[in-house]
């Protein structure tokens, strides 16, 4: 089965870049995912990554997939305010279906 | 607009206590999803319905039960059997089954007193 892992918690300055990590176990997944959730709220799609691709950048975002390792990252450049929540990977399982399997989170606080 | 309408937002029930949460979609979604949220533990499947009149466990189904009566609508109900129900449960959809990307409502809190 799959299994997501990620830190739990990063502090980040107004203006700084965040880095947050993932590591996944299916090797065979074919998209990788970035949530956001905001206080109190749902999960929003941030961005997903196609298994074949490195890098994807998609305006302040810059997703890194590191396949031999089954590592995955999410840049935010520029970081603000609202970019604090909670942010989580999940992977899509290798049989197709749409069980994602989702890690702990990583609460971002963005501190002005 | 369309969108994932969850409710109700908050919920205290006694324990011992049935209790259905509502979740309805207005996106045309084929697949919806309940997932259950703890602090510090991620999100983990409950149940999940590709189709109306259809739907599967999930990882953690144990002292829940869901029906897909209408393609808009999928509640979930929390009964008694559910050992420590005190949690955030949010409802998702999404196009099909071959995509990644879930639509979420805003979720329904659960406090069992």
Redesign the interface.
Known sequence: GEDVEQSLFLSVREGDSSVINCTYTDSSSTYLYWYKQEPGAGLQLLTYIFSNMDMKQDQRLTVLLNKKDKHLSLRIADTQTGDSAIYFCAESPSDGNNRLAFGKGNQVVVIP | DGG?TQSPKYLFRKEGQNVTLSCEQNLNHD?M?W?RQDP????R?IY?S?IVNDFQK?DIAEGYSVSREKKESFPLTVTSAQKNPTAFY?C?S?I???????F????SRLTVL
Do not use: C, K, P, V
């Open positions: 994932i697949a999803y997932y510090g533990q991620g999100l499947l999940y590709q999930g949010l998702a999404s099909g089954t071959n995509t990644g990307e879930l979420f409502g805003e979720g």
